[in-house]
């Protein structure tokens, strides 16, 4: 069994204030790369792809993922502001070069939070989905795979044939640390780098993003001397007594 | 001379920062006062790569040269405040695994270097004697051959990580009258009939760093356990002695620099007389000394490493980057307590317990004394 993981490279969630946000795999793309590793080592599956659309800049979390222990990458080099239309329909045309067995990604991205390209990708190439999933068990002799699904009323257990789309919640599993080792190994395994042109896909974005603004700042506040003093200036400047 | 890191040079020791600062930060104050090993730390560093680094693959390492090595363990020290298991790190890296690399028959490497790399084995050595330290080859310890066996008798002394140890490196006379030409090593596995591990030696400072004392009572290990050939004990002591001067403080050069880090931070907070102390000249002074001192020992280590590397003789070198290394670690911990006024002095601020994890430093793996009687014979006095 192949299964491609798509990923996404978004800065680093956890990145302190002010500091310079790295970037890193988004996490539930790293939950969907660690499950993939887990089925492979348990014998079920025997190639993992990883897959990611960016400039040259995102090579740095493919190596992450081939450190993580995926077996070889591919990069669509694209350096535009994709939508998760975009995204989805560039993702058919891989999967219909790679033809894997299961399609296994995070159930969103932690920077735009669209949550829709899963959904998507299930819906171009009419394959059954299993969405925001928490366990995975393959039945059947890996023709059908049986999903737990975190749903707000509860844990929902499906069945869908294969091939299929599965994307990951946060509690599927917790991801791996990259070791030294997986980093050495990371060094000697192939990235390969296709445009769309390549690909013979032609997309172009649907949705423009206008703008991006950040929730405004609290700004310090000031120490009183009195009480007196708190009255007067919540009656004159706040003018909320 | 190129003083530059290679990119995958910095993609290693990028990844050690961030697996020391997040996977090796836990609460230090109770485990050094309760003398707690962190077994699960030590694991973690195994299969994270860090006791491999300088073994070559086909035993499970990294096949790191000496440099990438040194560096890699200043950033465990770095980000790492366990300077007790950087220690037993350490010192299972440098006196277990290397003669072992160096020495080892095939069998043996085979059998025990996978283990001692991924942290499901711990090792250790055992020289000392409660009566001979310094002058390590005037040794007791006696191993006598019978049959496809030797018997081991005698005892050992400050054996770090004797109490947690799968298998001990211990040097032993096989003949007394030949002296140092006499002294054979053994790989002494936990279990062995005779074999008694289980007195620990509380210390001052690396609390969490195991330490026994271990006895040997007509305590037998088998022929194929001997480590190169008999009498070459002394030779293969000295061999890989000289990797452990030079490179078992590499983690404390990673140390002084988060502590000069600590107290450039603190000298800018902390305000007296209206103003930030590290504006008052004395105390500027004492953190330009600690930087000094930092600088010329990372750069000791980097040379020795970079030395060894190209199979250079080091004898010189490593004994120089002990003695820098050591002496400055202890006085930047002094110096950091003098910072820090009274709150340095408190176990809270977690300063103190770094000078006590520094002392040791000026004795093991050769005191200072020693150290300096090396460098003097080697500039011919
Ligand atoms: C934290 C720690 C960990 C250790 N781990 C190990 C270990 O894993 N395995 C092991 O075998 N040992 C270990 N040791 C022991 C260490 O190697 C010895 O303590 C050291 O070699 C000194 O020996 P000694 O303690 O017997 O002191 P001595 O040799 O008795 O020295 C006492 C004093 O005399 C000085 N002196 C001695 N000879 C000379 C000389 N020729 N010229 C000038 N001055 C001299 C010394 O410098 C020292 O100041 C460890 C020690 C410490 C503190």
Known sequence: MKILVPFKSVPDPYAGAGAAAKSVINPFDEIAIEEALRIRERGEATEIVGVTIGAPAVDEQIRSALAMGVDRAIRIDDSRALDPYAISRILRTLVEREAPQVVLMGKQAVDDDSNQVGQMLAGLLGWPQATFVSKIEFLDNKTRAQCSRETDGGIEVIAISLPAIITTDLRLNEPRYVSLPGLMKARKKPIEVINCEQLGVNVHPLTTTLSVASPPRRTAGTRLESVEELVTRLKQEAKVL | ?381
């Open chain 2, 1 to 381: 001379m190129d003083f530059a890191w290679s990119d995958q040079q910095r993609e290693l020791l990028d990844a050690v920062d961030r697996f020391a600062s997040e996977q090796l930060r836990y609460d230090m104050i109770e485990n050094d006062r309760n003398a707690v090993f962190n077994h699960d730390a030590w694991k973690k560093c195994g299969g994270f790569g860090i006791q491999g680094l300088p073994v070559s693959e086909e035993y499970g390492g990294l096949a790191q040269d000496p440099i990438t090595t040194v560096a890699a363990l200043e950033r465990l020290g770095y980000g790492c405040k366990d300077n007790g298991l950087n220690f037993s790190i350490n010192a299972h890296m440098w006196t277990a695994i290397i003669p072992l690399v160096y020495n080892g028959s095939e069998a043996q490497k085979k059998k025990y270097l996978p283990g001692l790399c991924d942290g499901s084995l711990i090792g250790g050595n055992a020289m000392s004697e409660p009566n001979s330290g310094s002058d390590a080859f005037s040794l007791a310890t006696t191993a006598v051959r019978k049959g496809a066996k030797y018997i081991l008798n005698g005892s050992k002394i400050f054996v770090t990580n004797g109490p947690i140890a799968d298998v001990l490196l211990v040097f032993a006379s096989t003949d007394k009258a030949k002296g140092a030409a006499g002294i054979s090593a053994f790989l002494v596995e936990k279990g062995s009939p005779g074999l008694d591990l289980s007195h620990k030696i509380e210390k001052m400072g690396v609390r969490t760093s195991p330490m026994g004392e271990v006895f040997f009572e007509d305590c037998e290990v088998p022929e194929e356990n001997r480590l190169g050939k008999e009498g070459a004990g002394s030779w293969m002591f000295t061999r890989s002695m000289t990797w452990e001067r030079g490179c078992i403080l590499a983690a404390s050069v990673g140390t002084m620099q988060r502590l000069l880090e600590t107290c450039i931070r603190y000298a800018n907070e902390r305000k007296q007389n209206g103003q930030s102390i590290g504006k008052f000249q004395q105390v500027a002074t004492k953190i330009v000394d600690m930087k000094m001192r930092v600088e010329s020992s990372r750069h000791m280590l980097y040379h020795c490493a970079w030395a060894a590397g190209r199979r250079k003789a080091v004898y010189l070198e490593a004994a120089m980057a002990k003695l820098q290394i050591s002496e400055s670690w202890v006085r930047c911990c002094e110096d950091a307590i003098q910072i820090h006024g009274g709150y340095g002095y408190m176990t809270e601020y977690e300063i103190e317990r770094e000078l006590r994890d520094a002392i040791g430093s000026k004795l093991y793996s050769g005191t200072s004394e020693v150290q300096r009687n090396i460098i003097a014979s080697m500039l011919g006095l």
